[in-house]
Nanobody, 114 residues
């Protein structure tokens, strides 16, 4: 398995931007899919975006056109660039990978509020 540590969350006004980072404890080159999930208070955890080792990306309808997922294999890091943030994007954001077993980060809080 791989250890994952998220960072980059915080408080931002509606319309603002944040970039989340997910740093892995080892090489992610061989990890086929890496993903970002989020969980808002009182709601189930949902998939936000994922990226394959080949660079294919997929997004939840609610974030298409606003969020961009990317991966830097040389830095063992996956990013989530979030633009045009809305109050409904408020949640704890988690990084996920499957490598010999499921691995989750501890999460980073994103709050969108004026």
């Amino acid at each position: 398995q791989v250890q994952l540590v998220e960072s980059g969350g915080g408080l931002v006004q509606p319309g603002g931007s944040l970039r989340l980072s997910c740093a892995a404890s080892r090489s992610i080159f061989s990890i086929v899919v890496m993903s970002w999930y989020r969980q808002a208070p009182g709601k189930e955890r949902e998939l936000v975006a994922h990226i394959t080792s080949g660079g294919n990306r997929n997004y939840a309808d609610s974030v298409k056109g606003r969020f961009t997922i990317s991966r830097d294999n040389a830095k063992n890091t996956v990013y989530l660039q979030m633009n045009s943030l809305k109050p409904e994007d408020t949640a704890v954001y988690y990084c996920y990978a499957f490598s010999g077993g499921p691995s989750w980060g501890q999460g980073t809080q994103v709050t969108v509020s004026s």
